[in-house]
């Protein structure tokens, strides 16, 4: 079973200022998810990956397959980019369960204007 | 891409109750999965969705407790049924248009169980 761990588990940060947020796991995939869930519950798939780099807007995903690693960058941070940022990773023979998806806690990030 | 909508956005129900979430896709989907987000907690996957079958539950989740429907390939319902305070979370549909693409999830319904 995959184990995804995501840090910080909470960030605050004042507007304008570079973010990143980590995503670990333990067991090869196949794709690698970024999420943002608003307070309202509601979630948007920010990015699919797997391998490499994405951007999207203020938004960059990168992934190392080797170092099992990525990361979520948003520059120029904003108020409105107040969410929680959720990684899940897809294993390669659709671990987890029938999704094939293992979720992270997620980091609830907060941008001070 | 895919546009997901769910019915209600919210409620607020007294325990023992059953309440039904709705949930349509904008276009044709053959995977169609229902989640559950506790206070606090990371995404749990409740079931898949098949059109025309029985749903497949994952382990700890039982037909009797969520009976799920799926009449069509753009449409589903979950029902929480005899429900208690434990109940009390975030029920989001997701749907995935083909095996190894992108995954997009619902506004979710937020259920709170008194």
């Known amino acids: 079973k995959n184990e995804v761990e995501q840090s910080p588990q909470n960030l605050t940060a004042q507007e304008g200022e570079f973010i990143t947020i980590n995503c670990s796991y333990s067991?090869?995939?196949?794709?690698l998810h970024w999420l943002q869930q608003h307070p309202g519950g509601g979630i948007v798939s920010l990015f699919m990956?797997?391998?490499g780099k994405k951007k999207h807007g203020r938004l960059i995903a990168t992934i190392n397959i080797q170092e099992k690693h990525s990361s979520l960058h948003i520059t120029a941070s904003h108020p409105r980019d107040s969410a929680v940022y959720i990684c899940?990773?897809?294993?390669?023979?659709?671990?987890?369960?029938?999704?094939?998806?293992?979720f992270g806690k997620g980091t609830h990030l907060i941008i001070q204007p | 891409s895919a546009v997901i909508s769910q019915k209600p956005s919210r409620d607020i129900c007294q325990r023992g109750t059953s309440l039904t979430i709705q949930c349509q896709v904008d276009?044709?989907?053959?995977?169609m999965f229902w989640y559950r987000q506790q206070p606090g907690q990371s995404l749990t996957l409740i079931a898949t969705?098949?059109?025309?079958?029985?749903?497949?539950?994952e382990s700890g989740f039982v037909i009797d407790k969520f009976p799920i429907s799926r009449p069509n390939l753009t449409f589903s319902t979950l029902t929480v049924s005899n429900m208690s305070p434990e109940d009390s979370s975030i029920y989001l549909c997701?749907?995935?248009?083909?095996?190894?693409?992108?995954?997009?999830f619902g506004p979710g319904t937020r259920l709170t169980v008194t």
């Open positions: 997701s749907v995935r248009l083909a095996r190894g693409r992108e995954q997009y």
């Open positions: 067991v090869g995939i196949s794709a």
């Open positions: 990956l797997s391998s």
């Open positions: 899940a990773v897809r294993g390669p023979r659709g671990g987890g369960g029938a999704d094939g998806l293992t």
């Open positions: 276009s044709q989907v053959t995977m």
């Open positions: 969705a098949n059109q025309g079958s029985e749903a497949t539950y």
